[in-house]
């Protein structure tokens, strides 16, 4: 049983930061992909940031997010930079797990909100 638990959310001022973290619990031998994808009222769900075989940022968001993962801790971030109210949204973690009987599955977590005042 694989688990995503987010973190970090909340309101700021619009040039600010906040940092998203996802803590990725289960049996885990590895994580292929993690990605960090967005919805915000009315629009459909886009991805913000992944981590595969480069790391990829949608172009809303480069140059002022960052996502990184730490294997050993199972555990992937988002340092969101610069924040506009534009990045107002729910932000849901996304990881592909590889578990210890090599079984590959893809995971969604519950997300976080994220919102940005003017």
């Known amino acids: 049983q694989v688990r995503l638990v987010e973190s970090g959310g909340g309101l700021v001022h619009q040039g600010g930061s906040l940092t998203l973290s996802c803590v990725v619990s289960g049996s885990i031998s ?3 992909e993690m990605a960090w994808n967005r919805r915000a009222p009315g629009s ?8 595969r ?7 809303s968001v480069k140059g002022r997010f960052t996502i990184s993962g730490d294997n050993a801790k199972h555990t992937v971030y988002l340092q969101m930079d610069s924040l506009r109210p534009e990045d107002t949204a729910a932000y849901y973690c996304y990881v592909v797990v590889v578990n210890t009987a090599n079984q590959a599955g893809a995971y969604w977590g519950q997300g976080t909100q994220v919102t940005v005042s003017s």
Not at 44 to 51: K, L, N
């Open 44 to 51: 459909q769900r886009e991805m913000v940031a992944r981590i």
């Open 53 to 59: 075989d480069t790391i990829d940022y949608s172009d």
């Open 30 to 32: 590895s994580m292929p």
